[in-house]
């Protein structure tokens, strides 16, 4: 991991935050688990909403946000598989990594997470809660159309793509 030049403002979002909270309580846990820049960053870094670095991210906490993300990432990436694209009306074979259940969460679990803490970009900024962007998120890729950036090699094009599908260009 690449060190910010300033720690202490830097700031991650979505997917990545939840990466970088993982690797943070490996490095809370044994900070020798990580290499010394990371370890040196993490010294000068406190999660988000967490002030004192001796204060902890609560594990359940982490957990139900890492699996947040996958929930949404699933959506993102496969819920084109899910579109209602027949016109007689049958129903596609629903993958299981677009389901909440699958990732050992609940709806409770999808009401309390901040959507910013996992969702990027504009739709994590547009709505208060997880439960809310997965809905979104399902609407968008799972509805009557569906979309895939997968084949899209220029990273900045396929998240360029993601975002105005996602934010309704």
């Known amino acids: 991991m690449s060190q910010p030049s300033d720690p202490a403002g830097a700031r991650f979002h979505g997917p990545n935050l939840a990466y970088v909270l993982e690797i943070y309580e490996g490095y809370r846990a044994d900070p020798a688990s990580v290499d010394e820049g990371t370890r040196g960053f993490f010294e000068r870094w406190s999660p988000p909403g967490h002030g004192a670095k001796d204060e902890r991210l609560p594990a359940a906490a982490l957990d139900k946000a890492l699996k947040a993300a996958r929930l949404v990432e699933g959506i993102s990436s496969f819920g084109y598989a899910a579109a209602r694209l027949d016109p007689l009306g049958s129903a596609a074979p629903l993958d299981p990594v677009l389901e909440a259940d699958f990732h050992g969460l609940n709806e409770e679990d999808l ?38 950036f997968a084949h899209v090699r220029d990273p900045k094009e396929r998240l360029s793509l993601r975002d105005d599908v996602e934010s309704g260009r």
Do not use: K, Q
Not at 123 to 144: H, K, N, T
């Open 111 to 148: 009401e309390g997470l901040p959507a910013g803490l996992v969702v990027n970009g504009t739709l994590g900024e547009s709505v208060p809660f997880v439960r809310d962007a997965v809905d979104e998120l399902r609407r968008i890729y799972c509805g009557a159309s569906g979309y895939d």
